[in-house]
């Protein structure tokens, strides 16, 4: 299995791009060097709801965001 892959991270709840990077450093232990506010703001790609009605999809969150993010660091560590 290739972690050159995209992965798709999705959460029960709407997460802001500053919660995400903190959790992301939560995760990982690492300090993400971000330069916020460094574009214009684009609402279709950043602020839109992006809900996934799991009725339609069969798709329902068996672990937060915070413990898939550990997961998935914890395992591209142990496959260096």
């Known amino acids: 299995e290739s972690w050159d892959e995209r992965l ?8 802001t791009i500053r919660e995400l990077v903190a959790e992301v450093e939560r995760a990982t232990g690492l ?7 460094a574009r214009p703001d684009r609402p279709r790609e950043m ?3 992006w809900v996934v009605a799991s009725g339609d999809y069969g798709w329902s969150p068996r672990i937060n965001l915070s413990q898939g993010l550990s997961q ?3 395992e591209l560590e142990s496959s260096r």
């Open 72 to 74: 998935v660091w914890n």
């Open 31 to 37: 300090n993400l060097d971000v330069e916020w506010d």
């Open 47 to 49: 602020v839109e709801n």
């Open 8 to 15: 798709v991270a999705r959460s029960n709840r709407p997460v």
